[in-house]
């Protein structure tokens, strides 16, 4: 392995997380509630740090598959640790483990919570927890690629190693450009979420914050009852196209930039991500229609809100569907599961990945049928290598092996299995909010100590797909 070109590396991303405290130290200085001292401290820090690391001289640049690997979970991990102090700095999250808590479930998108009190905070502060999940939604190694090209080196398995789904797609010939048009993309649809918002009525700090926070699909709200607070339909819609919008595949948005717009409609893994949220809201429309609201309008409003949020992870609610049937849950559970798609900002097992699994088993239950018949998996009319076949069954096994154990592992807390199970499921799918006590108007403060840095672990591994995280351990790697 190239450590010192990790190491480099590794001091590129912390100087670069440096920068994006920025804007919430001028957030702080413009609104004087004394948490100015917490950016300013951590700034320095990070810069030290990071340059030390970074003037690191390295005898070759060349990045192999591990080293990629080790650049993304340890990057993931540092930042998430430096993104802490200020936090801690501030006082406004004393406890170091509750900051990290916070801090993880802010890069990771996830929108888990310890806090109870959220508008007690200071604007600077809320300002950084949902920029926090801006940065993690793209991906804060993909953020440095796009701002310092100058690494030199073969990116290509960093991105491979940080991007959600089983097969980044490489559009244009180099990486950086490939990191600059993802940005690109990304940062048009934040503004045009921001003007929106503006012209729904939100103030340009609250526009700023949700914008955030619906582009990193991590549902940070600076108000204790999140969207709800407001009551304003056409701001609730306003975020539910941009949630949707934001848990479509990235190259889409390319390839319509291209006029190619065939591709887009044909795509089969966008028809089920659209298919499966049409039609879970008309499930739950039609399950609580008549029991929880009593106005086919007001069904409609918050079955496809809530739809929305917790199918691209985005986690913001408008309703406490703790009190909904158990059918509407069981539909909104299976969203936490299913998730957006590949290459979106949204969490969960990724829609393509579903798409497959359930080709496996049509082609198993055909085999049967006809044992010397040849049967290939295809998606968008091209046939899938069967060692992409079985990296999808690997990872779908990995992905329930880690939520048996991680439940079981938080039911030593005592609570009850619904909250323990939930938990765990909307951690490691990066959704925010479960039902029971982590519910939409619950939070994680009352989790143990060992449960929360078992969440914290839950929520990383689920944002990176599970593999860097789990190569670390691997004495081979």
């Known amino acids: 392995m190239n450590f010192r070109m990790i190491f480099k590396i590794l001091g590129a991303v912390l100087c670069v997380e440096a920068a994006c405290m920025v804007p919430s130290l001028l957030v702080s200085l413009i609104y004087q509630q004394g948490d100015a001292r917490s950016f300013l401290l951590s700034i320095p820090v990070l810069i030290i740090v990071g340059t030390g690391l970074y003037r690191i001289k390295t005898v070759t640049n060349n990045i192999y598959a591990r080293d990629g690997f080790a650049i ?6 540092l930042v998430s640790i430096f993104g802490a102090l200020p936090y801690v700095i501030s006082g406004a999250i004393p406890s170091v483990i509750d900051a990290l808590f916070e801090s993880v479930s802010g890069f990771s998108t996830t929108g888990a919570s310890i806090l109870k009190d959220i508008e007690a905070l200071p604007r600077g502060i809320l300002f950084w927890r949902s920029f926090t999940q801006w940065m993690g939604g793209m991906g804060v190694l993909i953020l440095t690629l796009a701002v310092l090209p100058y690494v030199k080196a073969d990116t290509l398995h960093i991105m491979k190693a940080e991007t959600p789904g089983p097969a980044p797609e490489k559009f244009v010939p180099k990486i950086g450009q490939v990191a600059k048009i993802l940005y690109a993309i990304y940062f048009i649809l934040t503004a045009l979420e921001v003007i929106f918002l503006l012209a729904g009525g939100m103030s340009l700090y609250d526009a700023l914050i949700h914008a955030f926070a619906t ?6 709200s600076n108000r204790n009852h999140s969207v709800a607070a407001y ?3 056409s701001l609730e819609v306003i975020i539910t196209v941009f949630m949707l919008l934001f848990g479509i595949n990235f190259t889409h948005y390319y390839s319509l930039f291209k006029g190619n717009l065939k591709s887009v409609l044909r795509d089969e893994e966008l028809r089920f991500y659209a298919g499966t949220v049409v039609a879970a809201t008309i499930f739950i429309v039609l399950n609580i229609y008549g029991k929880i609201f009593y106005s086919f309008g007001e069904t409609i409003r918050y079955s496809a809100f809530q739809v929305s949020a917790i199918i691209t992870s985005t986690g913001f609610s408008t309703a406490d569907f703790n009190v909904w049937p158990v059918f509407s849950q069981c539909v909104l559970l299976l969203l936490m599961f299913i998730g957006a798609s590949a290459g979106s900002t949204g969490g969960g097992i990724k829609c393509i990945r579903v798409i497959l699994l359930l080709k496996i088993i049509r082609r198993e239950a055909a085999k049967i049928i006809h044992p010397r018949a ?14 992409t076949l ?18 079981l592992a938080v039911s030593l807390d005592g609570k009850d299995m619904l909250s323990s199970a939930t938990a765990v499921i909307a951690a490691i799918g990066n959704i925010g909010p479960g039902l029971g006590a982590v519910g939409p108007i619950g939070s994680y403060a009352d989790f143990s100590v060992s449960s929360k840095l078992i969440l914290s672990i839950c929520m990383i591994v689920g944002r990176l797909e599970i593999y860097p995280i789990l190569l670390l351990f691997s004495t081979t790697f």
């Open 231 to 233: 009551d304003n339909l």
């Open 374 to 387: 040849i049967h290939t998996v295809t998606i968008n009319g091209k046939p899938i290598a069967e060692e």
């Open 72 to 77: 993304v979970a340890l990057g993931w991990l």
């Open 390 to 407: 079985t990296r999808v069954m690997v990872f779908f096994f990995l992905y329930i092996f880690i939520i048996a154990v991680s439940v």
């Open 215 to 220: 582009a990193g699909t991590g549902g940070f």
